[in-house]
């Protein structure tokens, strides 16, 4: 007597094993996600202002009473100086095919893509594929009941 519920599972593993070791699955966070690609920033060239001391001399009566002396007082200017800003480095994430990210601060791809856009209320629950509401059917939601 064959088993038939044993190579069934047996089946279904190694079919899971193909799904999840492919390329688009393998070694990647979040859902949906095929690369994450390490995209670099350059320096970027910041110009800011300071206040830079400027000690300037004047002459006042010295301590005997009768001659005069140099001292020196701050002055303070406003001065500008050029800097680079530390190179970032940022992950890009790159969707499946038939998925995109829901807004850019994501960090998976929830949200599917269909080729036409569903109509009659239809929504778009997964990729080339319309949910249409009650009373309607087709591809894309265009066929009444």
Not at 88 to 102: F, H, N, V
Request: aromatic fraction near 12%; glycine fraction near 8%.
């Amino acid at each position: 007597m064959v088993n038939y519920a044993r190579d069934t599972v047996y089946l279904v593993g190694l079919l899971s094993l193909f799904v999840v070791g492919s390329e688009c699955y393998l070694h990647h966070a979040g859902r949906h996600v095929c690369s994450n690609a390490d995209e670099h920033q350059k320096p970027r060239m910041i110009i800011e202002s300071y206040y830079q001391p400027v000690f300037k001399p004047y002459l006042s009566i010295c301590s005997d009473g009768y001659s005069r002396c140099t001292r020196y007082r701050a002055v303070y200017h406003v001065a500008y100086r050029t800097r680079y800003s530390k190179p970032t480095q940022t992950k890009k994430i790159m969707c499946c095919p038939g998925w995109k990210l829901a807004h850019k601060y994501a960090t998976s791809c929830t949200d599917p893509v269909c080729s036409s856009k569903c109509i009659n209320g239809g929504k778009c629950v997964s990729p080339g594929t319309c949910g249409c509401q009650s009373g309607w059917t087709g591809e894309f939601c265009e066929k009444g009941l």
